[in-house]
């Protein structure tokens, strides 16, 4: 079974507006949260990340939301530029010890 | 500080045979998982090893194993290749088991069956 979904395996945006990226999971163990960004033919680059015990984390144009109750996260891109073009890859993980779950990406577009 | 390296970066072996990949982890990391990136799917967990034991298994067989060595490196093996064994091999490594820390990933193995 998938623990980490990422339902829409494409999004298309102009640059400038706001990108949202979707994940939910379905393990209530997992308590640590991860946006990965990837381009072709390189491995995964760490981007954000939220411990279960906040609900948003912002590091410039990137902000995290965490709803708990929903088992729902969300990458928000403000403001949206062509370099951010590439497959965003939402992962989880306990504290306990589990490895390092991910989801199938989203591959994100974004237009000039 | 180095990252993340892995070896080979292209391998091409034929239908029957067994590779060897491997990784070296950021200096002091002492947890490595292997990921599975076949065409047109996400990252598929493999294994994770943490100070030289294996903490988990992903949903794969068993011709796919291997271990970590007493330095933190890691070998992956594939016996019996598949031609669906074609995919993108990654490795990352964290600081510790567990807690709130990312992993930093290698640029990967291009694994072609033939």
Redo the contacts between chains.
């Keep these: 079974d998938q623990q980490v979904k990422?339902n829409s395996p494409s999004l298309s945006v102009q640059e400038g507006r706001i990108s949202i990226l979707n994940c939910d999971y379905t393990n209530s163990m997992f308590d640590?949260f991860?946006w990965?960004k990837k381009y072709p033919?390189?491995?995964?680059?760490?981007l954000i990340?939220i411990?279960s015990i906040k609900d948003k984390n912002e590091d410039g144009r990137f902000t995290v939301f965490l709803n708990k109750s929903a088992k729902h996260l969300s990458l928000h891109i403000v403001p949206s530029q062509p370099g951010d073009s590439a497959v965003y890859?939402c992962a989880a993980?306990?504290?306990?010890?589990?490895?390092?779950?991910?989801?199938?990406?989203t591959t994100l577009s974004v237009s000039s | 500080e180095a990252g993340?390296t892995q070896s080979p970066t292209h391998l091409i072996k034929t239908r029957g045979q067994q590779a060897t990949l491997r990784c070296s982890p950021i200096s002091g990391h002492t947890s490595v998982?292997w990921?599975q990136q076949a065409l047109g799917?996400?990252?598929q967990?493999l294994l994770?090893y943490d100070e030289g034991e294996e903490?988990?298994r992903?949903n794969f067989p068993p011709r796919f194993s291997g271990r970590q060595f007493p330095n933190y490196s890691s070998e992956l093996n594939v016996n019996a290749l598949e031609l669906e064994d074609s995919a993108?091999y990654?490795c990352?490594s964290?600081p510790q088991?567990?807690?709130?820390t990312?992993?930093?990933?290698?640029?990967?193995t291009?694994l072609t069956v033939v």
């Design positions: 990422q640590y991860l990965y033919a390189e491995g995964p680059t760490f990340s411990s890859f993980s306990a504290r306990a010890g589990t490895a390092l779950i991910f989801g199938k990406g | 993340v998982y990921y799917l996400g990252l967990f994770w903490r988990n992903g993108l990654l990352a964290s088991w567990g807690g709130d990312e992993a930093f990933f290698g640029q990967g291009r």
